[in-house]
């Protein structure tokens, strides 16, 4: 079907209260284009997004002219088709208007043959203010949400966290953000297909096609084709009459496994119409996955499990939400998305939660889901506050809902359609008349009518969290649901109260920490970069942020030598939280099947709960996580905690330390378990292994090892446990463990020989031999944009380490030694 791009067109825009063209970008927006045209500096430089908060209020023009080929206008229809406009436009084709949108979230697709002309059009896309919208529909008045410093921008569906948010700035931007093009077609058009896949008893997959067409599709008959890596596995002729049933069939069907447990083989399906005479009305083409995924909450010991069933098999869920990549994301590509979906596939993770105050994702994000083996808990995009009611935002609704329902259910890796983050915490059911009767028609209607409607398989669940009914105790969250965990952070408990709970599944919980000062240096002066300076604090958004930060760095390490210290501290404590938090999920293993941390990426360069910054650095806490989310874990549970006592003395009830392992890999594995107990001096005091047999599924309490005599002798402050899994000499999971906060500890100070090794001219292997115990080996090596296999690490007395360094460019081990520099816990203070 002929096609003309828009992109290509000869773009300008303008603040409409102007007559100066500038040139655009589409896909774009308004403030990437101010950018390009230089007629605003960096937003996210220092302060400078106070600055730009007029453009919101202006309205926007943006005009292209195109020339349409002869051949287009011979179809008999011709549509413009707008994948995504941002959001209150008014569309004009060679001065007539075709179309007035006002949801950020649909497609639209407009006949407008007979407005275009061979050769030179135009087409402008008009703009209004989305602040002048939102005020101007005031009519409905939400209760006020603490991210929304906007007030009412839910009336509006557009990208919630562009109105501001505890991670992002406020930047409301307008724009073509996604694809704009002419379609051609005559008679009639393939428009989508919708594939079930039935699993039968026998092992092989039937696929049941319901092809729908623009028209209805009489006289039309459909031909179906699945390859596998470029090789047809099965094809087949069909008609109307069989649209929805069983059409192809696959004998031997190579299952989509989510990462970790097994492979992620893609099918090619197309999907073509024919009419009488044989010529193709429309094709559609999906990569589709052979796997079942199921949501189980039967009833069980404790109450309604909360798990995910991938053909079959319970999968813990491990990962981490997802925010927009970027503050504008117009036009973002596959290259945009890769780095960080790569991150959390080489973490172990083994899914993402699309957060719902940000945007359906693009399709480049699905692709590498599928690709990667995430996951994809797919929130509407609905957060926080309560949504009008009334039937024309509910049509709207409904039109969102069928579109993007209808773009990613064929998706392999689509596990969930979940309506809202966190609505029912604002008490909805006890809400005034209208805003009880919105919140109950969108997510208990609309939505999951549209899921069951259009999509008929995937599970939609109403809230995240949710329980199943309106209640959000941590009491119930132990016995049913999904449940976020925000006494840490938000609520400054200890860290240990992670393990107060045994939620069911917990899909959000996290800690902030600061940028890197390699990130912080892209938007902000050095003079300038004191952390509760003007610049810094900007980038900031949580309000209570630096303070929070500060408390519990202060609660576990020494005061800082400096402010690279400082954050370097702040990093490890958000490691060392959610480390505590999943270890203790995945110990709860199989009554806990989901721990999902807040939050994988940034927007712009910020202090945040990201374990990515914003320049796809890595922060402690994604070192951590690659190693907490293992499939063979080793963890520790010590139970008791010291506390200081009137006076500030320090008291403990630690006797003792639990070792367990948990497994989530899909067969059977034998390994050893280690643990030695240390002096911090370098005198090893004791030391045990045993054989343990790694079962899938499962999280065994193996040993009670009894540190209190040893404490007593020898002061807990001069002690570490080191625990090990391993097997066939390779090490599966290895962490220390410590009996008092790192603030008191005894730590040795000393530095690492580092020896290098080239593998290839851009990889080089670091081997690193301290003389002591050093906690948190940090390795930096300045300006080569290197990526490591591992950072933050301990050394063990004499054991040698070695990581391994990945460069964009070949270097030497002499350039890389040379700009190596590493330092370790004890330099924080010392
Ligand atoms: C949550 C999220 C976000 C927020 C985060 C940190 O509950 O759903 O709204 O950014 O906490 O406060």
Redesign the pocket.
């Known amino acids: 079907m002929p096609v003309l791009s828009l992109s290509s067109a000869a773009w300008h825009f303008r603040d409409a209260a102007t007559q100066r063209w500038l040139p655009a970008t589409v896909p774009g927006c308004v403030h990437t284009d101010l950018v390009a045209a230089k007629k605003i500096p960096d937003p996210f430089f220092g302060t400078n997004e106070l600055g730009l908060q007029w453009i919101e209020e202006r309205d926007w023009e943006y005009r292209g002219t195109f020339s349409v080929p002869p051949a287009l206008l011979s179809d008999e229809v011709v549509e413009l088709v707008a994948d995504g406009l941002d959001t209150v436009a008014t569309v004009t084709l060679n001065g007539t208007e075709v179309a007035r949108t006002d949801n950020m979230f649909v497609g639209f697709r407009w006949p407008v043959k007979s407005r275009l002309r061979p050769g030179r059009n135009e087409i402008v896309v008009r703009f209004e203010s989305a602040m002048k919208y939102v005020r101007a529909n005031s009519s409905f008045t939400p209760p006020r949400e603490i ?1 929304d410093p906007v007030g009412g921008c839910v009336r509006i569906r557009k990208q919630q966290c562009q109105f501001g ?3 992002g700035p406020r930047f409301v931007t307008a724009g073509i953000w996604r694809d704009l093009r002419l379609e051609s077609w005559t008679a009639n058009r393939l428009e989508a297909v919708r594939v079930t896949q039935h699993h039968d008893s026998d092992g092989t997959v039937a696929l049941s096609l319901a092809p729908e067409t623009a028209r209805p599709a009489d006289g039309l008959t459909f031909h179906a084709s699945l390859k596998l890596a470029g090789k047809e596995v099965a094809q087949a002729y069909f008609g109307r009459a069989e649209a929805g049933q069983r059409i192809l069939s696959v004998k031997d069907p190579q299952r989509w496994w989510p990462a970790g447990q097994g492979a992620q083989p893609l099918y090619d399906l197309t999907v073509t119409a024919l009419d009488a005479a044989g010529q193709a009305r429309g094709s559609v083409h999906h990569r589709i996955g052979l796997r079942t995924i199921a949501l189980d909450r039967s009833a069980d010991q404790w109450g309604e499990c909360f798990r995910f069933l991938v053909n079959g098999r319970p999968v813990f869920l491990k990962g981490a939400n997802w925010i927009p990549a970027h503050s504008f994301v117009a036009g973002l590509t596959r290259r945009d998305y890769e780095r960080d979906l790569r991150a959390a596939a080489a973490a172990n993770m083994n899914c993402v939660r699309v ?1 719902g ?1 940000g945007i359906y994702e693009h399709e480049a994000f699905h692709d590498l889901c599928d690709e990667l083996g995430l996951l994809v808990w797919q929130d509407f995009m609905f ?2 506050t309560l949504y009008p009611g009334d039937e024309r935002f509910l049509a709207n609704v409904r039109r969102e809902a069928d579109y993007q329902v209808r773009r990613l259910r064929h998706r392999a890796s689509i596990a969930l359609w979940c309506g809202n ?2 609505i029912p915490g604002l008490n909805p059911e006890s809400a005034e008349g209208e805003l009880k009767k919105g919140y109950e028609a969108v997510f208990h209607e609309v939505l999951p009518q549209a899921v069951q409607a259009l999509d008929g398989v995937t599970p939609y669940w109403p809230s995240s969290p949710w329980r199943g009914r309106f209640e959000r105790s941590h009491e119930n969250g132990e016995k049913s649901g999904d449940t ?1 965990f ?1 006494d840490v952070w ?1 609520a400054r408990h200890p860290v240990k109260d992670y393990e107060k709970w045994s939620f069911r599944f917990v899909s ?1 919980f ?1 800690m902030q920490s600061y940028a890197s000062p390699e990130t912080n240096a892209t938007f902000c002066p050095t003079h300038e970069g004191n952390v509760f300076g003007p610049a810094m604090e900007n980038h900031q958004k ?1 309000r209570a942020g630096n303070q929070i930060i500060l408390d519990y760095v202060s609660r576990r390490y020494r005061f800082p030598r400096t402010q690279k210290d400082l954050i370097y501290l702040s990093q490890l404590n958000q490691a060392h939280c959610m480390q505590v938090g999943v270890e203790h999920y995945r110990r709860l293993m199989p009554r806990c099947m989901g721990a999902i941390y ?2 994988l990426n940034d927007c712009w360069p910020v202090a945040s ?1 990201s374990s990515i910054e914003f320049t796809g650095h890595w922060k402690a806490l994604h070192f951590a996580a690659r190693r907490f989310f293992a499939p063979a874990l080793v963890t520790a549970h010590v139970p008791g905690d010291e506390k200081p006592t009137i006076g500030n003395y320090r008291e403990t009830t630690v006797d003792e330390v639990h070792l367990y392992t948990v497994f989530d890999g899909p067969a059977p594995r034998s390994a050893r378990l280690r643990w030695e107990l240390w002096r911090l001096d370098g005198r090893r005091l004791a030391a045990r292994s045993r054989a343990v047999k790694l079962v899938p599924g499962e999280s065994v309490r193996h040993e009670t090892v009894a540190v209190r005599p040893h404490m007593d002798k020898h002061g807990r402050d001069h002690l570490y446990v080191r625990l090990i899994l391993e097997s066939n000499g390779e090490t599966l999971s290895e962490q220390s463990v410590f009996l008092t906060s790192p603030r008191f500890l005894a730590l040795p100070a000393g530095a690492p020989r580092v020896t290098a090794k080239a593998v290839s001219p851009n990889e080089i292997d670091l081997t690193f031999v301290a003389p002591v115990f050093l906690h948190a080996v940090d390795c930096n090596v300045r300006g080569l944009h290197a990526s490591l296999s591992d950072n933050f690490f301990d050394l063990y007395p004499k054991v040698p380490r070695t990581i391994r360094v990945t460069l964009p460019r070949p270097t030497s081990t002499k350039t890389l030694l040379a700009r190596l520099r590493t330092h370790s816990l004890v330099d924080s203070f010392a």
Do not use: A
């Open positions: 991210n948010w505890d991670w957060w105050g957060s926080c983050n966190e976020h925000w938000h959000e996290g949580n807040w939050q709960w």
